[in-house]
């Protein structure tokens, strides 16, 4: 297929979403650097491949914050867009800074124990019935457990925050914009109410923390803090579900990669990082825009123009990875981007791999048996430019 040939019909459809690596594979061939009309109207660059890739999660001529271009925060003034994702330096390192003591090495370390218990758990619960369906039972309830317990969130509300998160995500394909703006307004007095209480009595908590720090100073203010929390929640748990729902699936998908991990369980750390490269929970970059006019790989890139990185394909690049579409928890040490590369580096990917590297070694050890209930062309993949995952993953032990 010739650039010609590919046109936006093939990108963004159902088939694409379920396996969108022939479509990379082309695109690095032959439109590296290519200009698509995105789900929602937009029309913007796409870049494939990994070298390229990594220098655009570097490129200082790609900035986050889209109303340093405009002087006017229409179209991105949200509870999303004031935290460090959506940011530039200095904003970013400040943003970034007051969470990061969170998330150190120790701090993820020292919640292992506490991981290993919730999983054992929702285990627990899975082997009272007869079947499960891994999404629910597992791969939600972990993270938002979790980052729960780090905010000082009540867990129950947590079905609530799947909802909220799902809206988000999906209404990235311009499909859900209505139902989206109802749900980011329940989230909004949702966090609002949450923030009075903690003032009125602070904790150990992240939020507490948070609100501490926006209280001693400038440090941040009340909407970086509504950005900041609501990235946490969201950011939190949706990396995670989608790695360990990829994850075991890509195990059934290759029941002798399945069977080695079950013979050699000390291989979970490359066997998820495998997983990472293979099958990523992030489809795509959250986007930049273009600061000024610039060449890049032989595109005309304007002012203002919109920049996505597809990570999945980067991770599929042959010139980076040997046999990129095979499956091989053996494969040494990966530099994949499934977290993204440069200042905006996912600052929870410990976290996710703690939690992943817990639940995939538990399940496989748990019922060693598990197989999918369904052919894999039955499963429905979420739809939406950010997020690569499958709505359910029914599965018999």
């Not at 200095?90 to 970034?96: F, I, N, S, Y």
């Not at 595109?299 to 046999?323: C, M, R």
Request: glycine share 6%; charged share 30%; with cysteine.
């Amino acid at each position: 297929m010739n650039s010609n040939e590919l046109t936006n019909n093939t990108l963004f459809t159902k088939e694409f979403t379920k396996n969108p690596y022939p479509t990379y594979a082309k695109l690095r061939e032959t439109e590296p650097v290519y200009r698509i009309l995105l789900p929602d109207g937009q029309y913007g660059w796409m870049i494939t491949r990994y070298e390229d890739a990594i220098e655009a999660l570097k490129d200082l001529r790609l900035i986050k914050n889209f109303s340093k271009l405009t002087g006017e925060n229409e179209g991105y003034d949200s509870i999303f867009t004031h935290n460090m994702l959506f940011s530039d330096p200095p904003d970013h390192k400040r943003l970034r800074g007051l969470v990061q003591k969170a998330f150190t090495p120790r701090m993820i370390a020292e919640m292992r124990d506490r991981i290993q218990e919730i999983t054992d758990d929702l285990l627990d619960e899975i082997a009272k019935k007869d079947s499960m369906n891994l999404i629910d039972d597992l791969a939600f309830p972990l993270p938002i457990i979790v980052i729960c317990e780090i905010l000082g969130v009540p867990s129950e509300d947590r079905d609530k925050f799947r909802i909220w998160s799902n809206s988000l995500i999906e209404g990235t394909n311009g499909e859900h914009a209505k139902d989206m703006a109802v749900h980011m307004q329940e989230f909004t007095k949702y966090l609002g109410d949450r923030f009075s209480k903690v003032r009125e009595s602070p904790g150990e908590d992240l939020i507490s923390q948070l609100i501490m720090a926006e209280e001693e100073g400038d440090k941040l203010t009340e909407k970086e803090l509504y950005g900041v929390v609501s990235l946490l929640i969201i950011a939190g748990h949706e990396t995670t579900v989608n790695l360990i729902g990829n994850s075991i699936l890509s195990f059934l998908e290759h029941p002798d990669q399945l069977q080695l991990l079950q013979d050699h369980p000390e291989m979970i750390h490359t066997a998820l990082e495998e997983s990472l490269r293979y099958n990523g929970p992030v489809e795509f970059s959250t986007s930049r825009w273009a600061r000024e006019d610039f060449e890049f790989k032989g595109k005309e890139i304007s002012k203002g123009d919109l920049v996505i990185i597809a990570l999945n394909s980067a991770n599929h690049d042959p010139n980076q990875f040997t046999d990129p579409e095979v499956f091989d928890i053996t494969r040494e040490k990966s530099p994949h981007l499934a977290f993204g590369k440069g200042i905006h580096l996912c600052l929870g990917a410990p976290l996710a791999r703690l939690e992943g590297e817990i639940a995939i070694s538990s399940l496989l050890q748990r019922f060693p048996q598990i197989k999918l209930r369904v052919d894999t062309n039955e499963l429905e993949w979420r739809p939406g430019m950010v997020v690569r995952g499958v709505k359910e993953i029914p599965l018999s032990f």
